[in-house]
């Protein structure tokens, strides 16, 4: 039991989880992740990890794709409404969020479940009727909206009976969250109780810390920058390790690899977590392998050995000049927009040398075979057309 609430914030109703760990029997032991951006970063793994926890100590683990509740948003720790992605969004990332889970779960022992199996034909009229307006206008998100007189969704108001739903449609025995879904996670005991879920069959709630950002203060989150994806190149997700404060490392030790700083200076501590994390989602070795190429670019200040290479061809259908925003965009799959945004700020080099502000189009002749930098560590090579 202590090994299993290692780290856990909140582990409710108090003592239930251990009643139910004593009956001997696999518990089913659930998660949901919303398929709104295309990466799981170091964040979502804090709770992913506990739940291969469970599943290494024999439980069985549902991890539930939430498809559905996708398009309604959830609005936890939100002071205004999340945009909606597109159903071909929600399928792209979900195909991703699978295989990415997959680098903690087992996938064997795995049950991995869509919410629009069950919600695509809910009776959502019959669900409105298992709470009331004013128990969901009790959670603190909206309670600060209302205040502040921003404005909340009905869509919205929807969402923790959805995603309480799902431990209906799943049997959850126990639901796992950041703390940021506390209020979600309770409610899902609600909404079991409303459809008639025999007391003693009711979920438990843990809730595990949320991992701040690599800038140190917010939580970690694409949308803010401030994440390192499971699936980042190993010499970038070295370099943004490289890049927290000195005053969170024991935080990322605690939730990432479960132990205390080592005795030393801060940089040694950085690199040693970054060396182990690289390790676990890349292959032993290539931590090490990403701290020379670290080294070579932030210490030497020389290019990498390797970097992917660019078709320079396929720029030049509308004559020998380059248009800089859309290859730039193409070259490191951001938006054109932010690709102009990075060239006024001076944050794109060639060679090593800040493009000229101003610069949107230079001669083919001038880009041909130099290296295109963005940022501190993301570079290509341009290359003639094959």
């Known amino acids: 039991m202590s090994d299993l609430t290692k780290n856990a914030v909140d582990v409710l109703p108090e003592g239930r989880l251990a009643k139910q760990l004593e009956e001997g029997r696999p518990l089913r032991v659930k998660l949901g992740i919303d398929p709104t951006t295309a990466d799981i970063h170091l964040g979502h793994t804090v709770v992913l990890e506990k739940l291969a926890e469970f599943q290494r100590a024999g439980h069985t683990v549902v991890l539930i ?214 390790d676990r989602f890349h292959g032993a070795g290539e931590g090490s392998a990403a701290e020379t190429a670290f080294d070579k670019v932030h210490v030497l200040k020389a290019t990498p050995d390797e970097m992917p290479d660019l078709d320079l061809g396929q720029f030049l259908d509308d004559g020998p000049e380059v248009h800089l925003p859309r290859l730039i965009a193409s070259a490191f799959s951001i938006s054109s927009s932010e690709a102009r945004r990075l060239l006024a700020q001076g944050g794109v080099k060639l060679d090593g040398e800040p493009v000229p502000e101003g610069a949107l189009d230079m001669p083919a002749s001038e880009l041909l075979g130099k290296v295109l930098q963005v940022g501190k560590r993301r570079f290509v090579q341009l290359q003639p057309r094959a």
Do not use: C, H
């Open 65 to 278: 794709i939430g498809d559905f509740t996708a398009r309604v948003g959830d609005p936890s720790g939100r002071s205004a409404s999340r945009p909606v992605p597109s159903v071909e969004e929600i399928e792209a990332n979900a195909a991703t969020y699978q295989e990415q889970a997959f680098k903690i779960l087992d996938r064997e022992r795995t049950e991995v479940r869509r919410n629009s199996e069950w919600l695509g034909g809910l009776d959502l009229l019959e669900l409105t009727t298992k709470t009331t307006v004013a128990r969901l206008l009790e959670r603190d998100d909206f309670q600060k909206r209302m205040a502040a007189q921003q404005p909340i969704a009905a869509l919205e108001l929807m969402y923790p009976l959805l995603q309480g739903y799902d431990s209906v449609a799943v049997k959850a025995d126990l639901e796992l969250g950041g703390t940021d879904q506390k209020f979600n996670l309770l409610f899902g005991r609600d909404v079991q109780t409303g459809y008639g879920v025999p007391p003693q069959a009711i979920q438990s709630i843990m809730t595990l810390p949320i991992l701040v950002g690599t800038d140190g203060v917010q939580k970690m989150s694409k949308s803010l920058g401030n994440y390192v994806g499971v699936t980042d190149p190993p010499a970038e997700m070295f370099g943004k390790l490289m890049s927290i404060p000195d005053e969170a490392m024991p935080e990322y030790y605690r939730l990432l690899l479960g132990s205390e700083p080592p005795d030393g200076e801060p940089v040694s501590q950085k690199r040693n977590l970054a060396r182990q994390l690289v």
